[in-house]
């Protein structure tokens, strides 16, 4: 069983920044590809942002440029940096080990001034 845990989601205003992390328990961290979603009310989950365990790099096209995925392999911990925050990003955002059916429970965002 692996568990993940998100935070740093709060509310902050159009064009600024948050630093979403997600720890995660096991030894699988390291050699897994971890993935950023996330789900606005009324819509679907969607992809926000890969990484896999080489530091490959995928990013939705929305969020190309404003968001970065990085990993922290000794501290099994993946983070997003979320730059020039636009009200169209509010969303709960969750973590997942990619490929597996381990999700975190969430950490919302909401963009508003």
């Known amino acids: 069983q692996v568990q993940l845990v998100e935070s740093g989601g709060g509310l902050v205003q159009p064009g600024g920044s948050l630093r979403l992390s997600c720890a995660t328990s096991?030894?699988?961290?390291?050699?897994?590809?971890m993935g950023w979603y996330r789900q606005a009310p009324g819509k679907q989950r969607e992809l926000v942002a890969t990484?896999?365990?080489?530091?490959?790099?995928n990013y939705a096209d929305s969020v190309k440029g404003r968001f970065t995925i990085f990993r922290d392999n000794a501290k099994n911990t993946v983070y997003l940096q979320m730059n020039s925050l636009k009200p169209e990003d509010t969303a709960v955002y969750f973590c997942?080990?990619?490929?597996?059916?381990?999700w975190g429970k969430g950490t919302l965002v909401t963009v508003s001034s």
């Open positions: 990484i896999t365990r080489g530091g490959y790099l």
């Open positions: 997942t080990v990619v490929g597996t059916p381990w």
């Open positions: 096991g030894s699988l961290f390291s050699i897994s590809g």
